[in-house]
């Protein structure tokens, strides 16, 4: 079956770093778009950036120039490079594909926890 799991989310200071990382399994994982999408408490989940099969990527606006989205295909792994973090960048962080098995099914991971220090 599907399994996505997270990893790589701590506390942090104000202007440092972190790796998230997203382990797939279950699926063709090199043939479909990833992304990541984050929550931070009392408000909606968001979406933080995505990454094509081919290897085109997007933002959000918060996080571009800031973050940055990859994947390694022969690992069934996709990375989210996080600098300058602040501490509005508190959030569960998820990782998400979307697969056609008769419909299109969204698939979540549990999330990773990334808590900013001002």
């Known amino acids: 079956q599907v399994r996505l799991v997270e990893s790589g989310g701590r506390l942090v200071q104000f202007g440092g770093s972190l790796r998230l990382s997203c382990a797939a399994s279950?699926?063709?994982?090199?043939?479909?778009?990833m992304n990541w999408y984050r929550q931070a408490p009392g408000k909606q989940r968001e979406f933080v950036a995505f990454?094509?099969?081919?290897?085109?990527?997007k933002y959000a606006d918060s996080v571009k120039g800031r973050f940055t989205i990859s994947r390694d295909n022969a690992k069934n792994s996709m990375y989210l490079q996080m600098n300058s973090l602040k501490p509005e960048d508190t959030a569960v962080y998820y990782c998400?594909?979307?697969?056609?098995?008769?419909?299109?099914?969204?698939?979540w991971g549990q999330g990773t926890q990334v808590t900013v220090s001002s």
């Open positions: 998400k594909t979307q697969i056609y098995i008769g419909s299109l099914l969204d698939y």
């Open positions: 279950g699926f063709a994982f090199s043939s479909y778009q």
């Open positions: 990454i094509t099969e081919t290897g085109d990527t």
